[in-house]
């Protein structure tokens, strides 16, 4: 429990010493089901997002009431009302989070690439990676209407592609959503380089084995400002 306490405070004592401000305007809402494997239920996750796919915000109460008992195992606090608030810059591979109970507020900037287990490095005889991308016989139908599939899969690897739907009349970049991710996936191989070409637009569906990763449920187009200014000044 001191661990967990010591650790965060280390978190939010690194976040508070870096002053960043900046505003978002956000384009879409996208309420996606996502199954749960340990629970065996399904959840639904409600993400906002820019059409340039740089910045991914969501509401949802993602640490809960149990990241706060483990701060602060004080039984007269009651912490059944948190909340948390989440944006991701996916291009600096930045987190900005806002958890609260009561009079209690936590400010997070994290690095997601610090938080991402280093893979051993895997070798391969090509020096360049290519992430095919290539239209499949498999049509999916989201909310009446049916969608083109693609499958996704390294040409080194093609046997367990990942099936993605979009809709190309939202145009999300997302080539810009996974662009850092896939840098750091490079970095964790012998290879040179790595070429790829995702198809643009919301993302509506995804699997992988025949297994449903995400499906939209529900898309809005919206105009919401996010605003976030965390800052310490010290003078002397």
Aim: net charge negative; charged share 25%; proline share 4%.
């Amino acid at each position: 429990m001191r661990k967990l306490l010591f650790i965060s405070l280390l978190i939010i004592s690194g976040f508070s010493a870096y002053g960043q401000s900046a505003t978002v305007n956000l384009d879409y809402e996208v309420t996606y089901v996502v199954p749960n494997a340990r629970k065996q239920t399904t959840d639904t996750v409600t993400i906002n997002i820019t059409k340039d796919g740089r910045y991914l915000f969501t509401e949802e109460n993602i640490m809960g009431a149990d990241f706060a008992n483990g701060l602060f195992p004080n039984p007269s606090m009651n912490t059944s009302q948190s909340q948390s608030f989440l944006l991701m810059d996916t291009q600096e591979m930045m987190v900005y989070m806002n958890f609260g109970f009561g009079k209690n507020s936590f400010l997070f900037k994290m690095d997601v690439k610090d938080f991402i287990p280093t893979p051993q490095t895997f070798e391969f005889e090509e020096e360049k990676l290519e992430l095919v991308s290539k239209k499949a016989e498999k049509k999916i139908e989201v909310n009446g209407i049916s969608y083109d599939t693609y499958s996704i899969y390294p040409a080194q690897e093609p046997d367990r592609p990942l099936v993605m739907a979009v809709d190309s009349d939202k145009p999300v970049t997302n080539n810009k959503i996974f662009e850092e991710l896939f840098k750091i996936m490079v970095n964790s191989t012998n290879a040179s380089g790595f070429t790829y070409d995702i198809p643009e637009g919301l993302i509506l569906y995804m699997e992988l084995d025949n297994k449903m990763i995400i499906q939209v449920i529900e898309t809005k187009k919206i105009s919401k400002k996010v605003s976030f200014s965390y800052n310490l000044s010290i003078e002397e």
